[in-house]
């Protein structure tokens, strides 16, 4: 009886799992990540590059923000609806990393972009003076 139970539950688990799935790739269907989520990433890029910074697609759900010779990447991921951040940045050889999940991302306004971008930015703004504090303290 109990068995049944665990594996009803797991089939559960797993089909909103695949339909959660299955739901982003309608999300990106006729458009590229970047493109989904392209004000995020504008206001990131004149944040962090200048606005030269260029965009590399890993793969569907996957791509990179970088600018050639720049000490910081920023990475997004999009799975079942939610967007994750990630911003590294390296100072004197040491690299600190901030990690920003955001859920239900799937029909973002472009004010909720916009307010997504500022909280990364304003929160790796405290990141990067720490970090620079705690380099410069050894």
Same mark, same amino acid.
């Given at each position: 009886m109990i068995w049944a139970i #665990? *594996?009803? /539950?797991?089939?559960? /688990?797993?089909?909103?799992?695949?339909?959660a799935l299955n739901?982003? $790739? %309608?999300?990106?269907?006729g458009q590229s990540l970047s493109e989904k989520f392209s004000f995020v /990433? $504008? *206001?990131l890029n004149d944040n962090a590059y200048g606005g030269e %910074?260029?965009?590399?697609t890993i793969d569907k759900r996957r791509f990179n923000l970088y600018q050639e010779n720049? $000490?910081? #990447?920023i990475q997004f991921q999009y799975s079942? %609806?939610?967007l994750t951040i990630c911003w590294k940045y390296k100072y004197y050889q040491k690299e600190i990393i901030h990690e920003k999940t955001f859920d239900e991302v799937r029909n973002l306004s472009l004010f909720e972009q916009e307010? #997504?971008?500022n909280i990364l930015i304003r929160e790796m703004k405290q990141v990067i003076a720490y970090h620079k504090t705690d /380099?410069?303290?050894?």
């Open positions: #665990i *594996i009803a /539950v797991v089939v559960f /688990v797993l089909f909103k799992f695949s339909s739901k982003d $790739n %309608g999300d990106l269907a /990433v $504008n *206001i %910074g260029k965009v590399t720049s $000490n910081q #990447i079942t %609806g939610s307010k #997504i971008a /380099v410069l303290s050894f």
